[in-house]
């Protein structure tokens, strides 16, 4: 047993060390430009609740009620504008239960919904003032953005849309 444990530890050593050299090398892979192929960044403009106001974190309610009534916007680093075409909106409201032998018991109920266009529907504005608390959470996500043509109000064709940067929001006292 000693003289198979002294021949397979350095055998499954060389192994392991090869493996990770091979790691590092496929990490440091150039295209013909030299530029790294391994650390492509994607592109998602960021978006914001409100007039540039808010994209995530946290935010008292009667701040995030005032940002609920505005639209969706969105904006990348260099100034560029895009408009909000649909997203996702989902509400983690967190509640407290008890289970059946009465212990208590802190659960996350999830309500999500479809959201065309670039404000929140109707059903989910009317609904949301009475039941956010501290502790819920607001999800923006599956946002489909496109580009506005430079210097007017008008977009490029909605085949061009792609996803913005989803965000957060969870609710502060």
Do not use: W
């Amino acid at each position: 047993m000693n003289r198979t444990v002294k021949i397979l530890l350095p055998i499954l050593l060389l192994v392991a060390g090869l493996n990770l050299l091979a790691q590092q090398k496929a990490n440091g892979k150039t295209d013909k430009q030299g530029k790294n192929t391994a650390a492509k960044k994607i592109f998602m403009p960021t978006v914001y609740l409100g007039n540039y106001q808010c994209n995530g974190g946290a935010v008292h309610k009667g701040e995030l009620m005032q940002l609920l009534k505005q639209r969706l916007t969105s904006k990348d680093s260099l100034g560029g504008r895009y408009k909000v075409l649909e997203f996702t909106f989902t509400y983690a409201e967190r509640n407290l239960y008890e289970d059946s032998i009465g212990n208590p018991l802190i659960t996350t109920d999830y309500a999500s919904e479809y959201c065309p266009g670039d404000t929140i529907s109707t059903n989910i504005s009317s609904n949301i003032p009475d039941r956010l608390k501290a502790g819920d959470s607001l999800f923006f996500d599956r946002i489909k953005i496109v580009r506005y043509i430079k210097n007017t109000n008008n977009t490029y064709p909605d085949s061009t849309a792609f996803e913005g940067r989803p965000f957060k929001c969870y609710i502060v006292k």
